[in-house]
């Protein structure tokens, strides 16, 4: 007699929703759960002789075959019957976990969904999806595994449901309040204190070398693009040189100190805006440029710290997916833009010859397509495994010194090249302490108000990164540390300020490339998407990156001789490949693609088409209102739209089915991202 004969559920009901629950059932392997499942079907005496012997069919066809295994530890499956049958839906617990044959530990399953259904979608699937999201909140699942009875198991799910749904689930440590003074600040120092010798043990891998060579350039080219940016913005008050020092010294003392190292600093766009207009305030009230600037940041970096003292970084946990992909697609679209517009500029930029326009765009699109193919190589059924992984590590170095060697080669053809100063020193030969009795007494004072407006655009540049870096999707393992992380900001701010230096923050596609290149990735078996299975957490890459941009300095006159073209070219890999995994983009997608090609992922078998529609309508509208402010003279005020997100995304709770929207907003996704339809 098999062991399934035998076999009693503890607790078997069923729930509101119609699901029979099975509790505590202590099944050797899917054979077990199978037989089981049938065996308390046939007892309920709901289905009629045929159509349980339907259900027998289907089962006993999975038997012997693996399930839809979701993340933390809930496994699918998922089947259509033939004939007229009312929907099966079970949820068993099992009373050990279940191996089903994967030596991962993190594929070992505590309870098995079985939807059978007549139609192509269970009616039912987005409960399942749902249920399999919210086991990765720890307390969640030790309520689930706990539960004594199939009522306490419902309650459970539905209470944290109803918190997914109100941005109160799924918060981690770093983001919950402390409610003392600089508590948050100190529980971060204290989680991120044990992790700190294999931060540096880590990164000591042949990875790291790809990953430091690559973002060095990455990171490089716009310090220098935007230090002539701002050159031209602040009449030479700061420029190329006090860029790459700011860079460099903020980036290395971050990548030692910070709570998430994987973030890379940088000026991003919006700062400088912010630094140029703040020029244009000086000359027109007749104070002078940079000891103003630094009254401002003084300001800043106290109003950082008042924030951080109230655990101020929890207010991120009201940003949502919605929030982050928004804002991530608006970046990329930056780069992108900007890469095509330089690159397709050079054409009919006046005095420019036809090769030299020629071998610009030649440069620049085979950049992209050098690091764009090489980075997927690790795919490739060609050369043996280990040169695949180096050609896919070093896509992008290789892609950059490959051209750059052609550049050199046709040094005949004259190209545009890095603008960067023969010797180092200040831009106006000033000293290099500011002077800031120099501000007059009332324009001190004054300083906080535009102090007020930049410190909020430093909170949501850095936190909204980190958010982004530290995703769910990117499977990071120590975590992280907001508050320690805008602390260090904070003093960067002030110091920056008192050597007239450009102020440096979170820069988001540098930041998310960083973590891509160090990251291992498998291709998802139905949508073909590439998704992150781990990361080499550490604070060698990001720190060396910086390291290197400092000692840039002392080698400005070889820099003079990279072609600007390379650089452009890398600018778009960056933006296309930090489009990966922005779920935005994969749902804007559909809208071009035949719908009966659509890949079967969790929220469009759990969705109706037209709520996806809406949902990426809606978001689409929203990137495109960002991209106005940023374009228009009051890009200032930027910052202020993006936290607008948040309330747009609470209002949209009146027009999306709650169990909808938690779906499409949700912030972790199954490792397998849809369940696959069983033939």
């Known amino acids: 007699m ?85 929907p099966v839906q079970l949820l068993i617990r099992l009373a050990t976990p279940l191996d089903l044959g994967d030596d991962d530990e993190a594929h070992l399953a505590r309870f098995v969904w079985i939807l059978l259904s007549e139609a192509e979608t269970h009616p039912h699937v987005a409960v399942a999806a749902e249920f399999a999201h919210l086991m990765g909140d720890a307390a969640f699942r030790a309520d689930a595994v706990a539960a004594t009875t199939v009522e306490a198991i419902e309650a459970v799910y539905l209470e944290g449901r109803d918190e997914e749904l109100h941005f109160q689930a799924h918060i981690p440590d770093e983001l919950k309040r402390t409610g003392s003074l600089f508590g948050a600040l100190r529980a971060d120092i204290a989680r991120k204190r044990p992790h700190y010798g294999a931060d540096l043990r880590d990164g000591l891998r042949t ?59 940088g000026c991003t766009g919006p700062v400088m805006i912010f630094m140029g207009i703040l020029y244009t ?74 090769d030299t326009a020629l071998l610009s765009m030649l440069l620049g699109v085979g950049t992209f397509f050098v690091a764009q193919n090489l980075s997927r190589f690790r795919k490739s059924p060609y050369l043996r495994r280990p040169v695949r992984e180096f050609l896919a590590d070093f896509g992008p170095t290789i892609a950059i010194f490959s051209m750059a060697a052609v550049a050199f080669v046709l040094d005949g053809v004259e190209l545009e090249t890095l603008a960067v100063p023969p010797t180092f020193g200040t831009t106006v030969e000033r000293a290099w302490l500011v002077d800031l009795s120099a501000t007059p007494m009332w324009a001190r004072g004054a300083a906080a108000a535009p102090a007020l407006l930049l410190a909020i655009l430093l909170y949501l540049d850095q936190n909204i990164t980190v958010r982004l870096v ?22 960067l701010v002030a110091v920056c300020s008192l050597f007239g230096l450009p102020w440096v923050v979170a820069a988001t596609v540098r930041s998310l490339n960083h973590v891509r290149s160090l990251a291992d990735a498998t291709t998802d078996p139905v949508s073909g998407e590439d998704r992150i299975t781990a990361v080499v957490e550490n604070r060698v890459t990001g720190t060396l990156v910086h390291g290197m941009i400092l000692l840039s300095l002392a080698a400005l006159p070889v820099l003079q001789r990279v072609p600007m073209s390379v650089l452009f070219g890398l600018f778009l890999f960056m933006g296309v490949a930090s489009m990966r995994g922005n779920q935005f983009f994969e749902r804007a997608r559909l809208w071009f693609m035949d719908p009966t090609l659509y890949p079967p992922t969790y929220y469009l078998r759990a969705v109706p088409r037209r709520s996806v529609h809406v949902y990426t309508a809606i978001q689409a509208a929203c990137l495109a209102v960002l991209w106005a402010v940023k374009a228009s003279p009051a890009g200032i005020v930027f910052p202020l739209f993006i936290a607008l997100l948040v309330p747009v995304r609470m209002g949209m709770e009146r027009i999306f089915l709650p169990e909808h929207l938690a779906l499409l907003d949700a912030e972790g996704e199954p490792d397998e991202e849809a369940y696959r339809e069983l033939e």
Not at 62 to 75: I, K, M
Not at 470 to 490: E, F, M, R, T
């Open 2 to 86: 098999r062991m399934t004969d035998q076999i009693k559920p503890i607790r078997a009901g069923t729930v509101q929703s119609g699901t029979l629950v099975l509790l505590d059932v202590p099944a050797r392997d899917l054979r077990d759960c199978m037989r089981v499942a049938a065996r308390e079907l046939r007892a309920t005496e709901t289905l009629t002789d045929e159509q349980m012997a339907e259900v027998d069919r289907v089962l006993h066809h999975h038997e012997a075959r693996s399930s839809d295994t979701l993340d933390h530890g809930v496994a699918v499956v998922h089947d259509r019957m033939r004939s007229s049958c009312p």
């Open 207 to 265: 990875k790291s070398v790809a990953s430091i060579l690559f973002l060095f350039f990455a990171c490089l080219a716009p310090s220098v693009a935007f230090g002539g940016l701002l050159s031209v913005m602040t009449d030479g008050q700061i420029g190329v040189v006090e860029m790459l020092l700011s860079t460099g010294v903020c980036g290395v003392v971050y990548g030692l100190v910070s709570g998430q190292p994987l973030t890379l600093l």
């Open 281 to 354: 305030v000086c000359e027109r009230f007749g104070v002078p440029y940079l000891p103003t600037l630094a009254w401002v940041g003084l300001w800043t970096s106290a109003i950082l710290l008042v924030i951080i003292a109230i655990d101020g970084c929890s207010w991120i946990r009201f940003f949502t997916r919605f929030t982050d992909d928004t804002f991530a697609a608006l970046i990329s679209a930056i780069f992108i833009v900007e890469a095509v517009k330089k690159l397709a500029g050079v054409w009919g930029k006046e005095g420019v010859e036809t």
């Open 470 to 491: 530290n995703s769910p999707s990117n499977q990071l393992k120590k975590g992280g540390g907001y508050h320690l992380d805008l602390s260090v900001i904070a003093v």
